[in-house]
């Protein structure tokens, strides 16, 4: 069993910055960690992940502004979410797909005005 609990959301202005966390307990072995988001109205949508290799891979429309990372112990996720625009507003999950399992942390929601 896999816990996640996201933090750090909140409003902010375009162009600024947000450092979202992801704390995670649990057995993560063999697990792939991603951020996904959701706006109003919208569906789940992917952000970014880190791959087998520990390298990141983006959706397109965060690519250059986002940067996703994991502590040394792999205990907590992070997403650095730079020149925010207020298409990004959503609330932002945390998931870790296990062994074809997924778990998804509460979501911590992102506000950025104009």
């Known amino acids: 069993q896999v816990q996640l609990v996201e933090s750090g959301g909140g409003s902010v202005q375009a162009g600024g910055s947000l450092r979202l966390s992801c704390a995670i307990s649990g057995s993560t072995n063999w697990c792939f960690m991603s951020w996904y988001r959701q706006a109003p109205g919208k569906g789940r949508e992917f952000v970014s992940l880190?791959?087998?290799?520990?390298?990141?891979n983006y959706a397109d429309s965060v690519k250059g502004r986002f940067t996703i990372s994991q502590d040394n112990a792999k205990n907590t996720l992070f997403l650095q979410m730079n020149s925010l625009k207020p298409e990004d507003t959503a609330t932002y999950y945390c998931?870790?797909?296990?062994?074809?399992?997924?778990?998804w942390g509460q979501g911590t929601p992102v506000t950025v005005s104009s």
């Open positions: 880190i791959n087998s290799d520990g390298y990141p």
């Open positions: 998931k870790a797909r296990c062994r074809s399992i997924d778990y």
